[in-house]
Each structure stands twice: as C-alpha cells, then as structure tokens.
C-alpha cells in the first residue's frame, strides 16, 4: 500500500507539474503572436481549446498511462509468468480471450474516436456562443432578446450531448465486452481443471495440478483479466479527480 501511495504521488506531482509548464508555454506563445492575428480571433475560444488541450495531455500521462496501461501490464505480466510456471494451459485459457478482446475493440475504437471528435467540435461551439452573449449582455438586453438567447444555448448543448451519447452507448458495449471475455476466461479455468494438468516440480519431475489450484487461479485471474482487458481498450480515465473536456 505504500509503494502504491508513494506512486500515485510521484506520478500526480510529475503529470501536474508537465501539465502547468505546458499550458503555460503555449499560452505565452498565444500572447506572443501578432497584433492582427488577436483581430481575427476569439480570445475566449482560444483559451478554451489551451485548457482543453491541458486537461487532455494529464488524462493521457496520468491517468491512461500512469494508471490503466503501466500498473496493469506490470501485474498481467508476473501473473503470466506465474500461471506459465504452473501450468501453460491455464495461461492459455487465462490470457486467450485478451487478443479476440483486441479484434473487436478496434472496430469500435475508431467509431468511438470520431464521436468524441464531433462531440469536441459541438461542445467548443456551445462554449464559444456562450462567450459571445455573454460578451454581448447589453445588446442582448436592449433588444428583449433573454428568453430566445437561453434557448438557443439550451438547444445547442441538447445536440452536443446528443452526439456525446453516441460514444456512451459504444462504451457501454465494450464494458459488456470486458465482463463477457473475463467470464468466459473463468469458465475456461474451471473446464481445464478437469484435464488434470502438470507441472514441474524441483526436481524436473511432472506433478499433477490438485483440485485446490482451480480456486486460486480463477482467483488470480478476476482482477488480473480485468486490468489486462481494461488496459487493451485504453479504459477511460475522462471524468477522474473532476476533470472531463466536455464539462
């Protein structure tokens, strides 16, 4: 447990601190730029795809990387290693369901990607609106233009959480997908310990695997499966320590 908390905090103090110094640097290259590229462009807009862009980069060091594909692929390995010394067939049946997991996420991968493209675009544009009667608040006033104003933000942001269920709806299935594959890894286990496999003792003899070893490996393989499948799918960290772009 201290080894874990000692590497939450090491990773959250280096992701913040790359996070900060980036934002930063780019916001002073945004200052930086000419006199008549500030004419032709939003402030508001720009600021907002710069602290978008630094909550994407800590969601993809800490929490994808830091958290759902580094420790995961530590633990899938020395359990693999493990469950290989023991009886390769367990690994098999343990770790089989992992590249067909892999096959089919793919396909929804690259859908879930363009949703989340649109649904950035729509989002921009509702916050960009927003900005703009915000900016505009005495001309909206003096034209009795509140209640028409307000319903247009109210429909712009129906249609961008519209296009953003899209992507819920696909993460939905692949989570399906996850309990689908760990269920059918467990069912394996508990079918191979009929087999009866060996494994190697000290001494190079072969020595049958005993009744209480199929318990402990459907007991490795829960949270083990899990991580491996979570880490293949690129799990979503988005919405983590009250971070999400579309919020």
């Not at 369901?97 to 493209?117: D, K």
């Not at 608040?137 to 307000?150: L, R, Y």
């Not at 939905?172 to 309990?179: D, V, Y």
Request: with cysteine; aromatic share 8%.
């Amino acid at each position: 447990r201290g080894l874990k908390s000692t590497y939450d905090y090491r990773l959250f103090k280096i992701t913040t601190s790359l996070e900060d110094a980036t934002k930063y640097q780019v916001i002073e290259k945004y200052l930086r730029l000419h006199t008549l590229f500030h004419h032709g462009v939003s402030s508001g807009q720009i600021i907002g795809r710069i602290e978008r862009g630094a909550t994407a980069l800590y969601v993809i060091i800490h929490d994808i990387f830091g958290q759902s594909l580094l420790p995961p692929i530590i633990i899938v390995t020395a359990v693999l290693v493990a469950t290989l010394f023991k009886s390769q067939l367990v690994a098999l049946v343990m770790f089989l369901p992992l590249p067909i997991y892999l096959l089919i996420v793919r396909r929804f991968a690259r859908r879930i990607y363009e949703i989340e493209r649109k649904a950035n675009d729509a989002f921009e544009n509702v916050a960009k609106e927003a900005y703009d009667v915000a900016s505009n608040v005495h001309t909206v006033k003096k034209f009795s233009q509140e209640e028409a104003e307000t319903a247009h933000q109210v429909a712009l942001q129906a249609e961008a959480r519209e296009v953003q269920y899209g992507a819920e709806r696909l993460w939905a299935i692949i989570e399906n997908l996850q309990t689908l594959m760990a269920t059918l890894g467990r069912i394996g286990v508990i079918t191979s310990r009929k087999r009866k496999p060996s494994t190697v003792t000290s001494r190079g003899a072969r020595a049958p695997i005993s009744v209480r070893h199929g318990p402990a490996f459907v007991t490795a393989l829960s949270p083990c499966q899990g991580r491996a499948l979570c880490a293949a799918g690129g799990e979503r960290r988005f919405g983590a320590h009250g971070r999400h772009p579309h919020r």
